[in-house]
Each structure stands twice: as C-alpha cells, then as structure tokens.
C-alpha cells in the first residue's frame, strides 16, 4: 500500500491519498483519520471529494473514512473497455476492504456508490457492519418508478440518453455544461462550489473516464457489456440486504423523486432507518451537510457499540 501527503485541503485538515491493489486493479483514494473504517463511496457525476463534509467530522468521531475512485475514474486507471456494471463494482469494495482492513467495516454509498454499497453488503455481510445509502433507493423501488411513475420517467431521461452512440460528444461539448447542467436539475436552488466542478470537469477530460461512466448505465441494459464470470454475483444482487442501513434522501432531488423511496422496508433484513432531508435535492450530504452528518454518526455509534 502506498499512503502519502496529499495537500489537499479541506475545513477539517488534510487529506492523505493512497493507491492498494484490489480486485486486479489500482485503486486510488484519499482519507483521513484513524480507527474503523468507514469506506465511502461516490456516485455519477462525481468523486470522492463528495464526502469533504463528512470525512473531518468521522474522523474526529474515530473513524478512518477512505473515499476511493470508482472503477474507471480514479487517476491511475488505464482505460479500458470495462466491465463496469455494478457486479464489478461490488468485486472492487469488498477486495478494497479486504485490503485495508481485518474487521468490519461501515459503507457509506451516494448515488451509484448506494448500490454498490447494498451489493457489498449481499456479497460480504461478514465484512460489513452496517451500511449508509443517499439518494438512490433500491433496484425494485427504482425500477417500479420507471414503469409506473411518469414523474419519474421524464426525470431519468438521461438513463436512456446515455446509450446512444452520440452521448460521449454531447457530455463532452462546451466543457462538459451537460455535467454542470445536471447539478443544478438534481439540487435546484443549490450551486455547486465552483472548485468542486472544475475538479469534476478536469477529471472528465482524462482518457477513458467519460466513457467509463457512461459504461456503469450502458451496461444495465446491455447484456453485451455485462461479464459472463460475473452472473452469479448478478443474480445475488437482488437478494435482500442483511445489514443494518441507513438512508438519506433529498426532498427536492431532481434525479429520483423522493416518492420513489417509499415502502423499501421490506428489501432489507435488519435495522432500516430511512429520513427525507428538508431543502435538500440529490446532493444531500453537500447541501445539508450537518443534518446529515449528525444521522451518520449516530448510525455509526450504534454500529460500534
């Protein structure tokens, strides 16, 4: 493992970056702090910067948060032409956890990193201890509302954008202003911090990352792009969730409606604790970061008892 100075700065110190081998491949993160490991996970458009919020105030609780790139968009990833369907991805965390840790650890998932934490935890309960998810419910919850609730056919249009051919140009054209453009229709009246987008932006303009994430979409509904070895793990992935989970999501997301998230008691085996945050849309943990945090932490204390 190599763990090394960062200088990247944030309200509550520095974080350190580090690269471990995992699952075949690098994986590049950055972190702070000491003590149990909290591993928390980014989604689309994104990276894991997301978490600024919350890594200084785990880490003065006594965690040790990691927040590593996913697959395909970390700096030291050659790109490739995948898989990148979210078998992989749950592959990738539990290899990471394994590398990082001999006990338990708590996941904490933001968009797609939500999935792949609820995967994580079906593939590896006994190397997971509980897990927090924002902003995107479950498989069966999600894809009920994309047969049934209009509202929610028109808002994830970009699901069905993204796999056309054109795609990477029209992501791509004017600097990206189609990734800052879906910023503001997920968290309207909510500005990104220019510095984060800029951050964003660059990390879209490395070879292979826009391509990378698109593949996480294009290969939930092409069979092409889906790994035959990973089937098993496929199949599991709508098993019910058996770990304790905490979830959060925004009112006012513009990505996937609040409403969406209704009756998903049933998917989970364990203790679920579900809040909708007030003047919060899809970026929640960046919008309403004191609410939010205050929830993790509880969660984690009754985790670590």
């Known amino acids: 493992m190599d763990t090394t100075?960062?200088?990247?700065?944030?309200?509550?110190?520095?974080?350190?970056?580090?690269?471990?081998?995992?699952?075949?491949?690098?994986?590049s993160f950055i972190e702070m702090g000491r003590g149990p490991l909290v591993v928390a996970l980014h989604g689309f458009p994104?990276?894991?910067?997301?978490?600024?919020?919350?890594?200084?105030?785990?880490?003065?609780?006594?965690?040790?948060?990691?927040?590593?790139?996913?697959?395909g968009y970390s700096p030291t990833d050659a790109p490739d032409e995948g898989p990148f369907e979210a078998a992989i991805l749950v592959q990738d965390?539990?290899?990471?956890?394994?590398?990082?840790?001999?006990?338990?650890?708590?996941?904490?998932?933001h968009d797609w990193g939500a999935?792949?934490?609820?995967?994580?935890?079906?593939?590896?309960?006994?190397?997971?201890?509980?897990?927090?998810?924002?902003?995107?419910p479950t498989a069966e919850?999600?894809?009920?509302?994309?047969?049934?609730?209009?509202?929610?056919?028109?808002?994830?249009?970009?699901?069905?954008?993204?796999?056309?051919?054109?795609?990477?140009?029209?992501?791509?054209?004017n600097d990206f202003a189609f990734i800052e453009q879906l910023w503001q229709e997920w968290s309207p009246g909510w500005n990104c911090p220019e510095e984060v987008m800029a951050e964003i932006k660059g990390a879209f303009r490395r070879p292979g990352v826009l391509k990378?994430?698109?593949?996480?979409?294009?290969?939930?509904?092409?069979?092409?792009l889906q790994h035959p070895g990973l089937a098993e793990i496929r199949k599991r992935l709508a098993e019910p969730i058996p770990v304790p989970t905490l979830y959060l999501h925004g009112a006012d997301d513009?990505?996937?409606?609040?409403?969406?998230?209704?009756?998903?008691?049933?998917?989970?085996?364990?203790?679920?604790?579900?809040?909708?945050?007030?003047?919060?849309?899809?970026?929640?943990?960046?919008?309403?970061?004191?609410?939010?945090?205050r929830l993790i932490l509880n969660f984690l204390s009754r985790q670590h008892k």
């Open 5 to 27: 100075g960062s200088g990247l700065a944030t309200q509550g110190g520095e974080f350190k970056t580090g690269t471990v081998q995992a699952n075949g491949r690098d994986v």
């Open 46 to 71: 994104d990276l894991p910067r997301t978490f600024r919020h919350q890594m200084p105030q785990l880490a003065a609780a006594g965690y040790r948060v990691v927040a590593p790139f996913m697959r």
């Open 93 to 109: 965390v539990v290899a990471l956890i394994d590398q990082l840790t001999d006990r338990p650890a708590v996941l904490i998932g």
């Open 115 to 136: 999935t792949v934490a609820r995967g994580a935890s079906i593939l590896a309960p006994e190397k997971i201890s509980g897990i927090v998810c924002m902003s995107v």
């Open 141 to 173: 919850n999600f894809g009920r509302a994309l047969v049934t609730n209009p509202s929610q056919q028109r808002r994830s249009w970009y699901v069905f954008f993204f796999q056309l051919p054109i795609a990477e140009m029209a992501v791509a054209h």
């Open 212 to 224: 990378a994430a698109l593949g996480y979409y294009r290969s939930q509904f092409n069979p092409s």
């Open 254 to 293: 513009g990505c996937i409606g609040a409403e969406t998230t209704e009756g998903m008691e049933g998917a989970f085996l364990h203790d679920f604790e579900r809040h909708i945050i007030p003047s919060a849309g899809h970026f929640v943990h960046q919008e309403q970061p004191e609410t939010v945090n």
